[in-house]
């Protein structure tokens, strides 16, 4: 794994992160585009984490094809110095553990839950209410699309 950290911020950033596959060329495309079809092709994803009223890259990680992106959220929030307020991720963030590291950084997650994702039993306890299970009763109350726009969700695209 690649780690890549560009710089330090001293003000709370709303941090934007995504992934993307690479495809890795080499000996390997040569032979397929000679031989055919090749049933081993390399890939690499390309991990950002993306400050969303600059556009800038604050921290960078390229990892092979089979780490999740749970461990990779971790390490996108871990490199970045200075507060975080909010941090936004596509669905595949849709994760306890994502949330967790969120609330331990001290930033707010807008990670929309998946469409059939239900209340967990954590969401029941009185005591510590979990992010994940608050957006989840707000998107039954007023809907996904309004929930994004009230959260701010669409301005992870912009980046």
């Known amino acids: 794994m690649f780690n890549c950290q560009l ?10 992160v995504d992934s ?9 495309e040569w032979k397929t585009r000679v031989h055919g079809v090749s049933k081993r092709r390399t890939w ?7 400050n969303d009223a ?6 960078g990680l390229v990892t092979t094809n089979d780490v999740s992106v749970t461990g990779v959220f971790s390490d996108l929030l871990d490199g970045v110095d200075g507060e975080i307020g909010q941090v ?15 609330r331990q950084r001290g930033a707010k997650a807008t990670i929309p839950p998946r469409k059939n994702a239900v209340i967990g039993t954590r969401g029941n306890c009185k005591s510590k209410p979990d992010p994940r299970d608050e ?12 929930w994004k726009r ?7 695209s912009l980046s």
Not at 7 to 16: C, D, P
Not at 54 to 59: A, D, H, K, Q
Not at 135 to 146: C, D, S, Y
């Open 7 to 16: 710089y330090q911020r001293s003000e709370a950033i709303y941090l934007v």
């Open 20 to 28: 993307t596959g690479v495809k890795v060329y080499g000996e390997g």
């Open 44 to 50: 690499r994803k390309l991990h950002l984490g993306v």
């Open 54 to 59: 600059t556009g800038e890259i604050v921290n």
């Open 88 to 102: 936004s991720g596509d669905g595949a963030y849709d994760k306890y553990k994502c949330y967790e590291k969120a």
């Open 135 to 146: 957006n989840l009763r707000r998107i039954r109350i007023v809907g996904r699309k309004k």
């Open 150 to 156: 009230e959260c701010g969700y669409h301005r992870r």
